[in-house]
């Protein structure tokens, strides 16, 4: 066997010989992140009318599928219909019992279709983008070299997000304190995907070429999103995210669409109330059911 090449750590923490879960960690997930699997309490998930059940929140993975199935909608296929049921994660709700029976990964978002002979059960949102283009025959180029290109980004995206997530965005937001070099090294990367990004956007109008495609779905709520300030605080600023002009432009572009400004309101509890809708079972509840309006109601009721 070969002798272990010693390494030296910085000051201030002595690695042990075996690691051990420190329940009381400081940061603003130990209520929730633990080392094994499985559900915590038991809770049955409810169940709609619609064809599709999605149980999601509205961080960069759930948009995913939202604005895949509004754009789906838009396209006129009614087998589409989903109601979208929030899953807080910050809660711990993705451990009861019915949501880990359809994702033992405990994670966001999951879905149901209940269209096939017994409900087909998805998770993870590459899979789930995946499941609903090949059910639908949408968003996927039917060019062999276009579907090659979407198929090449979309899992650059499911690749690349837990740098930016849980690598960039838990050292720069989330963790009690602030590590430099944990944040300058994701930093670093993130940033080099931005680059990537946009000089491929340089060239292409979307991921996968001239067409709109699966890929764009899945890596506009998280480059787009950060490039907007929106998500980890004031990253996008620390990063300059925004100063990508390809990725800007690309990120503009899909951002007007109707129903990517609607897929990013579902199952949403952060920003301005007029844009959360935090469960959606009917294409109305846009108008009627955000935020804003669920509060004026409840003042006018009291």
Do not use: C
Not at 1 to 17: D, Q, R, T
Not at 273 to 290: C, G, I, M, Y
Request: proline share 6%; glycine share 10%; aromatic share 12%.
């Amino acid at each position: 066997m070969a002798a272990k090449l010693p390494i030296s750590f910085p000051a201030g923490y002595e690695v042990p010989e075996h690691w051990t879960w420190d329940k009381d960690g400081g940061g603003q997930f130990d209520t929730i992140n633990r080392p094994i699997a499985g559900s915590t309490f038991e809770q049955e998930l409810p169940v709609g009318r619609h064809p599709l059940q999605l149980y999601s929140l509205g961080t960069p993975n759930g948009v995913k599928v939202t604005i895949m199935l509004e754009e789906l909608l838009a396209l006129g296929h009614e087998q589409a219909e989903y109601d979208a049921w929030l899953i807080n994660i910050f809660k711990g709700d993705q451990f009861g019992s019915g949501f880990v029976g359809i994702n033992p990964n405990s994670k966001i978002p999951a879905l149901v279709d209940r269209t096939t002979p017994e409900p087909t059960q998805v998770f993870e949102s590459g899979s789930i983008l995946l499941y609903l283009a090949r059910k639908f025959d949408a968003f996927l180029p039917r060019d062999h070299k276009a579907n090659t290109a979407a198929m090449n980004w979309l899992f650059w995206q499911v690749g690349s997000a837990p740098y930016v997530g849980g690598g960039f965005g838990h050292f720069y937001l989330y963790a009690p304190i602030h590590i430099k070099y944990a944040i300058d090294r994701f930093a670093m990367e993130v940033k080099r995907q931005y680059d990537v990004l946009d000089r491929h956007l340089a060239d292409n109008r979307f991921l996968a070429g001239d067409e709109y495609s699966v890929a764009d779905i899945a890596t506009w709520p998280w480059y787009g999103a950060l490039a907007q300030n929106e998500i980890y605080g004031d990253g996008g600023r620390f990063l300059e995210a925004g100063a990508y002009r390809n990725v800007r432009r690309w990120k503009d572009e899909v951002g007007e669409r109707p129903a990517v400004r609607r897929g990013r309101m579902v199952n949403r509890i952060t920003g301005k109330p007029s844009e959360q809708l935090r469960e959606r079972h009917d294409a109305s509840d846009f108008e009627t059911k955000t935020e804003d309006k669920r509060q004026l109601a409840g003042a006018d009721a009291a």
